[in-house]
């Protein structure tokens, strides 16, 4: 019985055993034996495209470049990767399509149908045939995409294997391990920084560490030590190729969203990035709430971190006389300001377009901007006699329940990943104070974690701990 690689590729005639192998491309025009496996093992090691050949002719099965649904809900490219075979004369879905496919090819159509239904951002939707020519002749992002594939299948067959193989979850392992291996060897090349295959590998090593590493941290290193050095020293600009700038755009959402959880600093909140920014929103056609509002996310990051490192340089018996003390709340206040003009414009676009998921996304950052830029200030009793961005309790609840029902509409009624929701959540935990509140959040997380980014769960037991820590202190403060 032939393996399922040596079925790679072929097309079985219905009434005989006779039999048609088409090799790749630059297998065939160097007349080599094809090993099989897309890309196949001598295109790898040459590091030359992959590409299968295009066969005709009257009434034969030919190779077609087309999107179909795949057999768990996904849609499918089929441009040179996961090869689709039609029939001229007949409609549907041709008999052979689910056929001959050996691992890294269905382990493409994981990562494939993994990605269309993770949009981290609007134009996150045509990646997949901008990346296929980086993924056919970069081994580096081969094998990181086949890692991220190989996770998703062991999330929807149960880590099962067929006969003969490694489980997904072994696969997934030593692609990244593999990818990790080659990533390390290339990064002394001198062209590195220019390479869009190294940057989309970063991100997807980064994108298994969520998926795979419940503590998070293996995704801030991959974004700290590989992403964003890499675009720090190749430097900002506004000429930039359509897949540098979706991964640009989708960057500066994690980044955004990491530096405010994580309290660090961020390239994004450097001169030059902001500038870069301005120059390309100055540039586009239409206004955009969410490229904005992640703007304001970064000034607000940067405001953060700056404010409190003048606090803790000021003793704190001189923090109710201090007059840098009264500038940091003069300031904060400008920040409440900036982000209130957002919603402000916000709301009339959303009046004249209607609203979308990513609006919904926007308005959740939003949220918890506000909630974020209070706790700066409302947990210390030198702000009390000072005008600061202080919420009040039943402001901070409205916003709260805010979070709550837009985070519930863009994980059930999207494909926004969750990951994207993890600083409002997080925001909203931190403030939430009934059972209610508390029991949403279990779930909204639950729901992250049963889409595969286990790392919800590091959230979750943040929270856990967080709310039974307050429960302690409070009958405390109570008795006291």
Known sequence: MPTSATLQGRMVGPLDKRRR?????SCAKRRLKCEGGFPCVRCIRQNTMCVAQKQSGHGMAVFVNQTQQDDFGGARSSDQKGVVIKNKHTSGTHPLDFIGKDKGTRLLDYFVSFIQQNMF????????PDLL??????PLLYHA???????????????????????PNVDAM??????????RSCVGNSNVMQREDVLWATFFLGLFELLSDDSGQGWVKHMLYGTSKMLQIAGPSDCMSPVRRIFYDLFRILEASRALLFGEETILSQECWLNLQKNLSSNATRWEPLEEIITVMIQTSDFSLRAGAIIDNI?????????????????GLDVQENIYNWHTKALLQLVQDGPNEYSNLALLYYHALLIFLSGNYDYFTYWDNIPAPVLSTAKVSEHLNSILYLSGEVLRHSKIPGVMLFFPITVAGARARTLDQQS????????????????????RGGLLGRWAERDREEPMQLAT
Not at 145 to 167: C, F, M, S, W, Y
Not at 315 to 331: G, N, W, Y
Request: charged share 20%; aromatic share 6%.
């Open 121 to 128: 951002t609007m134009g996150f939707s045509s990646i997949v």
């Open 145 to 167: 995409v086949i890692a991220v594939g190989a996770l998703d299948a062991n999330r929807h067959t149960g880590g099962r294997a067929l006969q003969g193989e490694k489980p």
């Open 315 to 331: 003793p704190e018996a001189e923090r109710f006389t201090d007059p840098s003390v009264a500038l940091i709340a003069a300031e």
């Open 174 to 183: 030593t692609s990244y391990h593999q990818s990790i291996g080659i990533l």
């Open 21 to 25: 192998v088409t090799r790749c491309l």
């Open 440 to 459: 949403e959040i279990l779930n909204l997380l639950d729901l992250v974690f049963r889409k595969g980014f286990v790392v919800a769960n590091k959230i």
């Open 133 to 138: 020519p980086l993924i056919s002749t970069s």
